[in-house]
């Protein structure tokens, strides 16, 4: 990923801008869609947004391209726990 984009997503993430990060992100990707890198930092950004489903489609994405990828793999797993979660206290009462 360009040296530019890696500081403004990192300036824009500690101001807690989020959508921002994700635009800038997905515009990059657009242009460079092979970039695995600016595809982990997009799906760590739609983890932190619980947009589960988003996250998952960028994690399978860079599994394809890199299977080996510790870190999709970890995020891959966490996002999996919370979208499969359920909690029979609220179905049993």
């Known amino acids: 990923m360009e040296n530019a984009i890696a500081i403004e997503v990192n300036k824009l ?3 807690g801008k989020l959508g921002e990060v994700e635009t800038l ?3 990059y990707l657009s242009n460079n869609p092979l970039d695995t890198e600016a595809m982990l930092l997009r ?3 739609y983890y932190k947004m619980q947009q589960w489903g988003n996250a998952l489609n ?3 994405h860079l599994l394809m391209l890199e ?3 510790a870190a999709a793999q970890n995020y891959k797993t966490m996002v ?3 979208i499969s979660f359920w909690n029979k206290d609220n179905y049993n009462p």
């Open 58 to 60: 960028d994690l399978n």
């Open 13 to 15: 993430e500690e101001g």
């Open 67 to 69: 299977p080996e990828n």
């Open 43 to 45: 799906a760590q950004v």
């Open 25 to 27: 992100l997905s515009n």
């Open 80 to 82: 999996l726990n919370i």
